[in-house]
């Protein structure tokens, strides 16, 4: 017989605040036709994006955290001290080591927190968010913080037409907690590796050198196409997967926000999954990009602020990128 004693977590879990920060910098098509042969109505037509938030070298990745963790703590009244874990989503952050997230605990307030940062790319918030669900309900943290950051300006290459205007900056945070109810859902996620080269960085870290040499900066490149058809036809498969899994149809939901990659990507998932009229769906890419780990919580803060959602709402949360990996659940709004 085991000697272990049982974990004493909660029963459930749940977002208990949200919070986010862009940029002050806006930069509109205007500024990316600078660099690429396109117009402003092939850039709105192609994803749906008017502007997006490029950081200043002082907006960092543990900066834009640090603000946006901010709002979080402060959404869910818990303070810093409580926390008994910081979770970071970024594939932004260019030191191997430490981790961001130890920096980032330590800025908040955070008393000895565990703190490691996780590289899934677009789907990383879900990743992060199932993660910090299990750490609650074990008892190995009450107290969850879940970022998700980006300055993918550094990683953009500004002449390539397919993918210079589709990335901003940002970061989004959500406090997780002990629930007397479900309110995080099963969590369907999973990866295909084979379609890896699909969305990938031009150049690994150890084959550029920086020196001066014609090299040009790594940047994230992608097979459009390809990308568009994984996400809309199997993506859906998988968001309706999270809607059985937490037991409840299209009807039940009241939001939707799903990865803020492009627009047609958006509304073709709703339209796939043939989501009702009544369902709000998050379309913040329009003035944010596509901010990868930070897109979720970014779009979820906003449509709270703005009043388009509700606490206590039920929502559908999908994120799907590079690697390619993905993550989807029914979450109930803060």
């Known amino acids: 017989m085991s000697k272990i004693k049982p974990a004493k977590g909660s029963p459930y879990a749940r977002i208990l605040g949200v919070g986010g920060y862009r ?19 092939w850039i709105r037509s192609r994803s749906g994006i008017a502007t997006r938030h490029w950081a200043s070298p002082e ?9 946006a963790s901010g709002k979080a703590l402060a ?16 594939v932004s952050h260019f030191k191997q080591t430490p ?3 130890t920096e980032i605990a330590h800025r908040v307030g955070a008393i000895k927190p565990a703190a490691f940062d996780i590289s899934a790319g677009c789907a990383g918030f879900g990743y992060g968010l199932t993660l910090a ?3 609650v309900v ?18 953009t290459d500004l002449e390539d037409r397919a993918t210079a205007f589709l990335f901003g900056d940002g ?18 996620w999973g990866s295909e590796g084979d379609k890896s080269d699909t969305i990938k960085q031009t150049v690994p870290w150890d084959e550029y050198t920086g020196k001066g040499g014609g090299e040009k900066f790594p940047a994230i490149t992608q097979e459009g196409q390809a990308v568009f058809r994984w996400a809309v036809f199997e993506m859906a498969k998988v968001a309706q997967q999270a809607l059985d899994a937490a037991g409840i149809t299209a009807d039940d ?3 939707f926000i799903p990865h803020q990659a492009n627009m047609r990507i958006i509304d073709s998932m709703v339209k796939t999954l043939k989501l009702p009229e009544h369902v709000t769906v998050a379309r913040d890419v329009e003035t944010t990009g596509n901010t990868s780990a930070a897109s979720i919580p970014l779009a979820m803060e906003r449509l709270l602020a703005t009043g388009a959602a509700k606490s206590g709402d039920t929502a559908l949360v999908i994120g799907f990128g590079a690697g390619l990996v993905y993550a989807a659940t029914v979450v109930t709004l803060p």
């Open 75 to 90: 959404d869910a009244g818990v303070s810093p001290e409580q926390i008994g874990a910081v979770i970071v989503s970024t």
């Open 23 to 41: 940029p002050a910098r806006v930069v509109p098509n205007e500024v990316i036709l600078e660099t690429i042969d396109s117009s402003d109505e």
């Open 59 to 67: 907006e960092t990745v543990a900066a834009m955290s640090v603000e």
């Open 138 to 155: 074990e008892g190995s943290a009450e107290y969850v913080l879940v970022i998700g950051v980006e300055r993918l300006s550094d990683l």
């Open 253 to 255: 939901l009241d939001v």
């Open 171 to 188: 970061a989004g945070a959500v406090v997780v907690g002990p629930s007397d109810e479900p309110a995080i859902g099963p969590t369907v």
């Open 99 to 101: 981790a961001v997230a």
């Open 133 to 135: 669900k299990g750490m």
